[in-house]
């Protein structure tokens, strides 16, 4: 299945339209706050130029990039994890990453819910809901252990030690994704699906005149994060979003350019993804189809054959490689098997960022 990143933020703080320059499908956006009242759902297509390089050589019937699922989830508000009015908290559990948008432009014409710009604000609001949201599931979860526990079951016991931890820590305004807890541990909130445990990147929204430096408030904003080493990307995405609008490939270029920016937002927001996530790609190539599938560092070649189809990893048999820079400097498949580039490799195979794979499998 594809990655799936969640956008979320206050309400107005531009994250529809970050998700207009990101996604294939537009969504509406309004200048009124509260506006939308369920997520909007997208695809990107992942960015890769080593996709048509390998089919300049092959030259097969189709191109298919990896893709990533987007979900623009309706703006939170203080207090909101209270209310009917933000059930769709309830959608953030089915998301891998979050993308956290925080306002930092100023626009009269859209005030803002809190009375003022101040993104590290906006901020600890967002992060305060989903950690209430949050201890709500652990307590719950204790309450069932505690239950198990009556009968001397031992990890029920060990369970509510480990929530405890969990408890103590939202308790203290903290997320979950930062408690004390060893990865073993983490099987205890498997099943609770936290929404503040997700990996989390920041997207200061900006005006245009602030897209290649940023502003004070982008600056704030970063020094204020800077303890959790996290991604933090400045985009325009008004700007961006009219972009992105365009039919023509090389009118979005230009304008780009005159925005000062030599890539869309879209490109660094997925290489952030990639790797806050700890992802890379491989590439599978033939005459119907040169594609790219996305995988978690360190899986297998069984297990990379799996995200194509779980029949070629339950059959596995053996993987042929190529590296991806073979492939471009000897130009065949043939030449790459003579040059003694073409490797057979077996099920204990670590997949590298982009390997060019066959697999040969029998089910």
């Not at 979050?98 to 604000?121: A, N, W, Y």
């Not at 365009?246 to 270029?253: F, K, V, Y």
């Not at 890379?280 to 189809?289: L, N």
Request: glycine fraction near 6%; proline fraction near 4%; charge should be negative.
């Amino acid at each position: 299945m594809p990655l799936k990143c969640g956008i979320i933020g206050l309400s107005g703080s531009g994250k529809t339209t970050l998700f207009n320059c990101l996604s294939q499908h537009r969504a509406e956006t309004s200048k009124a706050a509260f506006s939308n009242t369920k997520s909007n759902l997208g695809t990107i297509s992942v960015p890769d130029a080593r996709l048509q390089t390998i089919d300049e050589l092959i030259h097969a019937a189709r191109i298919m990039p990896t893709t990533i699922d987007i979900m623009d989830i309706p703006g939170l508000s203080k207090g909101g994890s209270h209310t009917e009015g933000n059930k769709f908290l309830s959608d953030i559990r089915n998301v891998d990453a979050l993308v956290h948008v925080v306002r930092c432009f100023d626009d009269p014409t859209l005030p803002h819910i809190e009375g003022s710009v101040d993104p590290v604000r906006d901020r600890e609001i967002v992060d305060l809901e989903l950690q209430i949201k949050d201890l709500e599931s652990v307590e719950k979860k204790i309450g069932r252990l505690e239950k198990m526990a009556k009968s001397n079951d031992k990890d029920a016991k060990k369970g509510i030690e480990v929530l405890n931890v969990y408890k103590e820590h939202l308790e203290s305004f903290k997320p979950a994704r930062t408690a004390p807890v060893s990865d073993d541990d983490r099987r205890f909130i498997e099943d609770i699906f936290l929404l503040s445990d997700k990996p989390v990147m920041y997207v200061c929204n900006v005006d245009e005149k602030s897209a290649t430096s940023g502003n004070d408030y982008t600056r704030r904003f970063i020094d204020s994060v800077k303890d959790e080493k996290a991604e933090v990307l400045i985009i325009a995405a008004g700007i961006e979003s009219d972009i992105a609008a365009l039919d023509n490939a090389e009118d979005r270029l230009a304008f780009l350019s005159d925005a000062g920016l030599t890539e869309p937002g879209v490109n660094r927001l997925v290489r952030a993804a990639y790797h806050l996530l700890d992802l890379q790609v491989f590439f599978t190539a033939g005459p119907k189809e040169v594609r790219a599938w996305t995988i978690t560092r360190g899986m297998t070649a069984p297990q990379a054959a799996g995200v194509i189809h779980s029949d070629l990893e339950r059959g596995f048999i053996r993987a042929e490689v190529m590296k991806y820079d073979d492939f471009i400097r000897l130009k065949t498949e043939h030449a790459c098997k003579e040059a003694g580039k073409l490797f057979v490799e077996g099920k204990n195979y670590v997949v590298e960022d982009g390997d060019i794979m066959h697999i040969r499998f029998n089910v």
